[in-house]
């Protein structure tokens, strides 16, 4: 026997961490992302874009190396210059801030689009995702800061979901806690990545984390800062004292740190963020103070929030961001405050999903004309056209057969709600048949057979010609 010959097909297989979508996936995303862009520019934010791949500078700073590029997706680009793509929208916005100067401030900006992280892929977990970022630059004013809350709010608002909370604190009162507790301020990052974990790993694991450390669930084990006992035991009592249901935190907080005088601050500037909220009519059950929020990114100066869904807590943040006023000095001589938020879109239409705020539809059109007879091919052109001036998204069958029953099964498999049926005899008549296939699809729940149902009489009405855009616009959902 000759040896078997090599095939030259390409395998379709797709990289492990990244996803395709489907049309009915993608379909929902669009209409969520409309939405959201809606709120946005309701509210005065402006639409930009900034390149998905970036020079390793931008991204990882003057002093990257070998082994901070290798955990970007990032390499050596055709000008022999080191590159990576995106992993988040704050540093490039910082970017092209710095390189736009006539750009006016403050700049009320949101984009959004893929960013690239090398992670382990899990389930849900992948290297690709589309982000969505709302940002103010060029103000140091609170107001600011309690726009991009509203916004926040006003956008989960706006897509149905009903039982949600936007939780805040500041950097601020925790520089000062860090201050008090006689820790060294460079050590400062570090104490807050590790209170960071809170919601996740829970307090002890963080007490563990902020002295020798502590095993995890798998058996690995997770060095620990080694502060004394002191120094933990004053960070627990900010964390008791956020645990607690207590009607007034900052107050609590202000008993503690009422002597730093950067907490003292930064508890001012939450109590006007409060004030901003509710003058801005923001519903109060929608928003709250949480002192165990940190965010673990080290370029956070002042007000910092995250987003939970209450029905959805396994979800984690689904809205979360702060200010980081020192952010653009990396590409100026002077500094640019600025604050904004994120929010991880696949995560977000998952919950919409979940929540049934949103439905998986895998088509655009609301009717397929079908095409029984070729002959009369311009007559169906001209129904297309008709429906399509009115408003009303058509489509016409285009493919092989004249098989009735199959192009309403194709009608059918795709989603569509109305199909338009014609032929010789009712053309002559200036008569047309209206199937509705979403009825159709109703009915086939109950049933067995659901063939049977998309032939049944129940489901389809024939009328006149001229009253077909009346009818549609009348009946579609």
């Not at 050590?187 to 974990?197: A, C, Q």
């Not at 869904?309 to 979800?315: H, K, R, S």
Request: charged letters at 25%; glycine letters at 8%; a negative charge.
């Amino acid at each position: 026997m000759g040896k078997k010959k090599k095939s030259n097909k390409v395998k379709p297989q797709l990289l492990k961490g990244f996803k395709d979508y489907t049309p009915k996936e993608q379909i929902a995303r669009e209409r969520m992302l409309s939405t959201i862009r809606s709120v946005f520019e309701m509210r005065g934010f402006l639409p930009y874009r900034t390149a998905a791949l970036e020079s390793a500078e931008t991204l990882l700073g003057s002093h990257y190396n070998e082994d901070s590029l290798a955990e970007l997706f990032g390499f050596c680009g055709p000008e022999e210059v080191d590159m990576a793509l995106r992993y988040e929208f704050t540093l490039s916005l910082a970017r092209f801030v710095a390189g736009n100067p006539d750009l006016p401030l403050p700049f009320r900006g949101y984009q959004y689009g893929p960013v690239f992280r090398v992670d382990k892929p899990g389930p849900g977990r992948y290297r690709e995702f589309t982000q969505c970022d709302i940002d103010i630059v060029g103000s140091a004013n609170l107001l600011a800061d309690s726009e991009i809350i509203a916004t926040m709010v006003a956008t989960l608002e706006a897509l149905g979901i009903e039982r949600f909370k936007v939780r805040f604190s500041s950097r601020r009162i925790l520089n000062g806690l860090i201050e008090f507790a006689g820790i060294p301020a460079e050590t400062g990052p570090d104490v807050m990545r590790v209170i960071d974990k809170l919601e996740k790993q829970g307090r002890e694991a963080v007490l563990q984390e902020l002295g020798p450390g502590r095993t995890d669930k798998s058996g690995d084990k997770i060095p620990g800062l080694n502060l004394g006992d002191s120094q933990i035991n004053e960070i627990d009592r900010l964390l008791t004292i956020a645990g607690t249901e207590t009607d007034n935190p900052l107050a609590a907080a202000e008993q503690l740190l009422g002597e730093m005088a950067e907490s003292v601050a930064g508890i001012a500037d939450l109590r006007q963020i409060l004030s901003h909220l509710s003058n801005m009519r923001v519903s109060s059950d929608k928003f709250g103070i949480d002192l165990t929020i940190v965010r673990g990114l080290g370029y956070y100066t002042g007000p910092v929030f995250e987003t939970n869904l209450l029905d959805l807590p396994e979800y984690g943040s689904i809205f979360s961001g702060g200010r980081y006023d020192n952010l653009v000095d990396r590409f100026l001589n002077r500094s640019i405050p600025a604050v904004g938020t994120s929010c991880g879109l696949d995560r977000l239409l998952a919950a919409l999903i979940e929540l049934e705020r949103i439905s998986l539809r895998p088509c655009t059109s609301d009717v397929l004309v079908t095409v029984m007879d070729r002959d009369k091919l311009p007559e169906y052109l001209r129904i297309v056209a008709e429906l399509r001036e009115a408003g009303i998204a058509t489509e016409i069958f285009q493919g092989d057969t004249k098989n009735l029953t199959k192009q309403i099964k194709y009608g059918d498999k795709i989603g569509v709600q109305f199909a338009v049926i014609a032929g010789s005899d009712e053309f002559d008549k200036g008569l047309v048949t209206v199937k509705n296939l979403s009825a159709g699809r109703e009915m086939a729940q109950q049933v067995e057979n659901r063939e049977e149902w998309l032939k049944a009489e129940e489901v389809q009405q024939t009328i006149e010609r001229a009253q077909l855009v009346e009818f549609v616009l009348k009946n579609r959902g």
